[in-house]
């Protein structure tokens, strides 16, 4: 498991001051009993769902988490924390129950991705790492199952490490993306950490470096014959594309790869590559394009007629560019067996540990209700599965492949206006009368307080 410079002797304090501060009077108070957390997303513009991602590299966290001696001296050195509190984080171990949606579901705005029942200190140092964890994955996922939505079965591939925003950044999005439907990575790190499949093709600077087109197209197809996808837009794209057909008919290859253009006018210079590539008899020659690439223009080419077979989006993807956070959010939602719910303005949270039911009807998403644990709402398929048990992972996990078929077959079940990209659908769970009723309970109880 790769956690950029992060290793699992040092991930417990990859968190903010505040939960390790707040733990330490939790401790002093003997406020420890079971809380729940529900980690979940607000309403975005530009996204009428997400897709889950991200949960295997949380469970990994919570199973390894522990302080060392290294990092115990480090917290006694700032003078923020007592002896007696630093001996109880030196056998510190997660033991809480880990709820989650499975990785590929679709999930929707103010219900529980994941759900955290634990001894509240525990519940409590966790945070930052899970949000940390989980937001980007989802960003990136839910980016790449849009391009795939409109990609028209053509092959996309991340290219994005290199604009990714530091070593884990890229890992996850390779591995996001093809939970979002994506063929493969230029990443070879995680082609070995994930089995990914792994893509290239050659740099401008490889033209440069031969300072002649032919000789270095001749010399990457001497090598990768089989293989061998020409970088045709260094100088002039139409004549690099004539170029690449000099040197396959020279070396004998009765097919190759394909081509690849990284820059100008794609719509024009992809139509008049394909011409020329069909006319010299390599109908079954590729075009792959990058360089900016997106979902919607992906859509703009393909609804234009653009001959595109394939696509290798980078830094859009990575840094999911028109959306670049999750606003999200960890709650407590129970203590002690007892409801509890904030009221801030445009934050209200909703109390329990809670259960989504997801509806459908005649195959396609009719809608989700948010309800208590033990309610049961018949019809209706429980998405929130017990993952961890006492700190220990219960549940089988898929493989990155079955998670990314089963991201693919959840969007054949959404309505159309969903899959749209040019439009967003702010889509809000039901929810039970039993909540409703102790929202106002609560609200009536927290205005007499005042």
Known sequence: MVFGFVNK?????LTDLYELTMAQVYFKEGLNKTAIFDFYTRPVSKRSFFINAGLEQLLYYLENIHFTDESLNYLRSTGLFEEEFLNYLKDFRFTGNIYAIDEGDILFPNEPIVQVEAPLIEAQIIET????????????????????????????????????????????AARSSFIGGFAGTSNVLAGKVYGIPIFGTMAHSFILAHKDEEK????????????????????????????????????????FKGIRIDSGNLLELTKEARKILDENGFKEAKIIVSGGI????????????????????????????????????????????????????????????????????????????????????????????????????????PSLKEIQEKAIENIKSLPEEFKDITKTVHYIPEVSEVIQKTVEELKKEYLKKG
């Open 294 to 397: 997106n979902e919607y223009k992906i859509k703009e080419l393909l609804d234009n007629g653009a001959p595109i077979d394939g696509w290798g989006v980078g830094t859009e993807l990575v840094v999911s560019a028109d959306v670049p956070y999750l606003d999200c959010a960890y709650k407590l939602v129970e203590y002690d067996k007892e409801p509890v719910m904030k009221f801030s303005k445009g934050k209200v949270t909703l109390p329990f540990k809670k259960q989504v039911y997801r509806f459908y009807e005649n195959g396609i998403f009719k809608k989700d209700i948010v309800c208590k644990y033990d309610e049961q709402m018949e019809g209706g398929k429980p998405l929130l599965k017990k993952y961890m048990e006492n700190g220990k992972t219960i549940k089988k996990l």
């Open 216 to 255: 270095a197209f001749e010399a990457f197809a001497k090598q990768y014959p089989e293989n061998t996808i020409f970088l045709v837009d260094t100088f002039d794209t139409v004549e690099g594309v004539k170029k690449a057909i000099k040197v396959a008919k020279k070396l004998g290859l009765k097919r």
């Open 9 to 13: 002797d040092n991930m417990a304090l």
């Open 129 to 172: 790492f899970l949000i940390n964890t989980l937001q980007h994955p989802i960003l990136v996922a839910t980016k790449a199952m849009r391009c795939f939505i409109v990609a028209k079965g053509t092959v996309l591939v991340d290219f994005g490490l290199r604009r990714a925003h530091g070593t884990d950044a890229g890992m996850k």
